[in-house]
């Protein structure tokens, strides 16, 4: 039905640690370091500009984007956009097909 909102859940670095601590069996502050560790891992490797490939979850990777011109959409005047580094993220095909059940429901 059009104009129902799902309603928004955040899962956070806490709520991952409580997964591991009730399906893993692992100790509540053991199940934090090992979130914590993980996550430290694949940031070290993104910021090192390594690719990181979870399977069927997607892939995580850094792009360097030159410098354009853009332009101020409430002035028109043009404004430098200096180069940079961006995170992208590209899902898997069982990441998308997965959403896409999710939506039917």
């Known amino acids: ?5 799902m309603a928004e859940k955040t ?7 409580e997964a ?9 502050n053991e199940s934090a370091q090992l979130v914590e560790s993980v996550l430290q891992h ?3 490797a993104l910021v090192a500009g390594e690719t990181v490939k979870i ?7 850094v792009r360097d984007k030159g410098p354009r011109v853009g332009r101020n959409p409430k002035t ?3 404004v430098p956009i200096h180069p ?4 992208s993220f590209r899902p898997s095909h069982l990441m998308k097909e997965r959403v896409a059940r999710g939506n039917r429901s």
């Open 42 to 44: 694949i940031s070290d």
């Open 84 to 87: 940079r580094r961006v995170l």
């Open 11 to 17: 899962l956070t670095r806490m709520d991952l640690s």
């Open 76 to 78: 028109g005047e043009e």
């Open 55 to 61: 399977s069927s979850f997607g892939t995580f990777s």
């Open 1 to 5: 039905m059009q104009g129902d909102v």
């Open 20 to 28: 591991v601590f009730r399906e893993v069996g692992l100790s509540r």
